[in-house]
């Protein structure tokens, strides 16, 4: 993360500063998140809109999926949510989604 104008606004939704490291998380432990994250993502893109068609799509889904996102782009080991083959095939085809623009 940088020192942007948008850091202090990332660092309210993350909780995390610049610099801040977690301690180093073992792969058979559960990752547990903020249960407030989904929320706090939300309204924070509401002001920032994430790309996509429509835009912040990806804000829609369910917390699960949400939260499990959050660990994937975190690089956090997490274990994936118990979806169908075709909730996988649309989970898939909203992130591959990158927009008009």
Known sequence: MTGGRYAPAFRAVLGK???????????DQPWTAN???????RAFHTRLPLAGDPPNAV????????LYLV????????????????E???????????GRG
């Open 71 to 86: 660990a994937l782009l975190r690089g956090t080991p997490v274990r994936a949510p118990a979806l169908l083959p075709g």
């Open 17 to 27: 500063r610049e610099g801040d490291r977690a301690p180093p998380r073992r792969s």
């Open 59 to 66: 804000l829609a889904l369910p917390d699960d999926r949400l």
């Open 88 to 98: 996988w095939g649309e989970f898939r085809d909203l992130l591959n989604n990158p």
């Open 35 to 41: 249960p407030l994250l989904p929320a706090r993502l």
